[in-house]
């Protein structure tokens, strides 16, 4: 069960403003969603390790060595705004995220 | 600093791994270039690109692992950890969650109080973020700028368990780790350009009591010295605190270097949650035990292996081990010295002294002077010979370490060969005695260590170039025949 709450703490860590009314929708929809997956309790899974992939590759590496940069003007041709070669963004006022 | 609460501290340390090229991308991660010049599609984040981990970063993670005692993971992945803040231009940064590459390690550092064993819960690899730049002051400031080219550079977070109970122990801690990764040369650990950063957690108890209190996290600490500081103010201000029982805020508290205390940064409104996830766009490690002890294997001689060696082989006193393996390039040069030159001693006092003498009226590093340990060794076998006197060997000494040229062709081109030469000296010796009659009276009546005043007139006069023995002796069979 999702409720109201943790709709609105979820919409908080993703930036989301939500009205009260699209609270109260999502918090069914997510609930709904949830209660669905719990299906897959139903199987009994004790002796299989947790899946983080799922093809069975590993150790993909490359070589430490440097290869041509993007060029500079394309680097920066999707900034809405640019200043001195660096992206410009809105005043950060949550210093301490970092 | 009292009997009556425990320190608690934990240090999180960040060092750049010295790669030439990103962890996840082929960019250059050469620090001081043009902004955003070293940025491509994979560390600006756009859609569609996909990271390849770079083989070096875990290699030197592994390396670092290894010689800080942990245990190496033989199946370990990379993480999404996600937050909005523009340093990090996907939204999230790819580190390591559940499975670090290596846990479970130990240092042991040396204070007053003896030996302490201090923890390593972890460390796992991970990439840098961005670097902003606000525009104006922090109030007025209508924007930030960011540059990405820092974006991606490989990084280890070293987290150690809090088992630190002093400052002090806070710095030796540190202080032993840069070594380490500088012996291994994973890291140039330069503070300065912030390829090492270390934040702090801080927290008292009451002797005895076992739950922690509630802890500090201290940030923008740039020196070892900046952090010994912050915690020790910050141990005083806990005390102060529980002291008149006031609460202490969990917050994060940066240093402020002018005044010397910390500020609050604002208390965390919300708990982070960073909603990790396993990385899809990369595919897990595995380390066999044959790769790992290939690793094991080909680790260079740490710092505290070397000084025990220094110890027992050269038969040189613990201090001078000590200062001699403060740095990798130190103690290679002591050696490649000692190996053309058989007195460890002598030429430990020529290191300690006149080497590290000029280094640092110079701050200079070794690798920026022109002198090696073959150099010092000959000039070393001048003065053994008789050429010149120790005297006129610092002046050969600082000539070889500006400029690199054998000791033997400044001698000639300067005209620094000790006078040995008995007519000549004689000479000087008959003048000396001539022109200072009451000293040769004082000695006469037993005040023999007026003789060092006679020695020292000959030697101002040849401008330090006479050999001091044969002078010392002359004076006494010539006042004895008085």
Not at chain 2, 248 to 272: F, H, L, P, V, Y
Not at chain 2, 373 to 382: F, H
């Amino acid at each position: 069960m999702i409720d109201q709450k943790e709709v609105k703490y979820i919409a908080n860590l993703a930036s989301l403003k939500l009205s009260e009314d699209q609270v109260k929708k999502f918090s069914k929809q997510l609930s709904d969603i949830l209660d669905y997956i719990e299906k897959l309790d139903e199987l009994k899974t004790d002796n299989i390790r947790p899946t983080s992939y799922t093809v069975p590759v590993k150790n993909v590496l490359r070589d430490d060595v440097v290869k041509d940069s993007l060029d500079i003007k394309k680097v920066l041709k999707n900034a809405p705004e640019r200043s001195n070669n660096q992206f410009r963004v809105p005043k950060i006022m949550d210093e301490e995220k970092k | 600093m009292d009997n009556k609460y425990e320190t608690i501290i934990g240090l999180e340390v960040h060092v750049q791994l010295d790669t030439d090229s990103k962890i996840f991308c082929s960019c250059s991660t050469e620090f001081g270039r043009e902004p955003n010049t070293n940025t491509c599609p994979i560390c600006l984040g756009l859609p569609g690109s996909l990271p390849v981990l770079n083989k070096k970063a875990v290699d030197y993670l592994l390396m670092t692992g290894l010689a800080l005692n942990c245990e190496i993971a033989s199946y370990s992945k990379f993480d999404r950890k996600n937050y909005f803040y523009p340093d990090l231009p996907k939204a999230y940064q790819i580190s390591q969650y559940d499975l670090p590459l290596a846990k479970n390690g130990h240092i042991n550092v040396k204070t007053k109080e003896g030996e302490h064993r201090i923890g390593i819960t972890r460390i796992h690899l991970e990439e840098d973020a961005g670097k902003l730049i606000h525009e104006g002051s922090i109030d007025s400031s209508s924007g930030s700028l960011v540059d990405y080219n820092r974006t991606g550079v490989p990084l280890a977070e070293i987290v150690s368990e809090p088992d630190i109970r002093t400052p002090e122990q806070a710095r030796e801690y540190l202080k032993h780790l840069k070594k380490t990764l500088e012996y291994l040369k994973v890291s140039d650990c330069n503070m300065e350009e912030g390829s090492l950063r270390c934040d702090a957690n801080i927290s008292l108890r009451p002797y005895g009591q076992k739950e922690f209190g509630t802890k500090v996290e201290l940030k923008n600490m740039n020196s070892f010295k900046a952090i010994e500081k912050a915690l020790e103010y910050e141990q005083k201000r806990q005390r102060k605190f529980i002291e008149s029982n006031k609460d202490i805020i969990q917050e994060t508290r940066t240093w402020d270097e002018n005044k010397n205390i910390t500020i609050s940064m604002r208390g965390k409104e919300e708990a982070n949650d960073y909603r990790y996830f396993p990385e899809p766009d990369l595919v897990p490690i595995e380390i066999d035990q044959e790769s790992e002890s290939k690793i094991k294997d080909n680790l260079p001689e740490l710092p505290n292996k070397r000084k025990n060696r220094f110890i027992n082989k050269y038969n040189i006193p613990e201090y001078d081990a000590e200062v001699l393996t403060d740095t990798r390039e130190l103690a290679d040069f002591f050696e490649d010295c000692v190996l053309e030159y058989n007195d460890p001693k002598e030429v430990s006092n020529w290191v300690m002294g006149e080497f590290l003498r000029l280094i640092n009226e110079e701050k200079m590093s070794i690798s920026d002077t022109k002198i090696n340990g073959k150099l010092l060794a000959d000039m070393l076998k001048l003065i053994e010979k008789g050429t010149i006197s120790t005297k006129i060997a610092k002046t050969v000494f600082a000539e070889i370490f500006y400029t690199g040229k054998s000791p033997k062709d400044i001698v000639e081109e300067k005209g620094l060969k000790q006078i040995s030469d008995q007519d000549k000296l004689e000479e000087i010796v008959k003048d000396i005695i001539a022109d200072n009659p009451d000293v040769i009276e004082d000695i006469k009546n037993g005040k023999d260590r007026a003789i060092g005043f006679l020695v020292g007139q000959v030697m101002k006069e040849t401008k330090g170039k006479a050999n001091p023995q044969m002078v010392n002796k002359m004076f006494k069979e010539k006042i004895k025949q008085i």
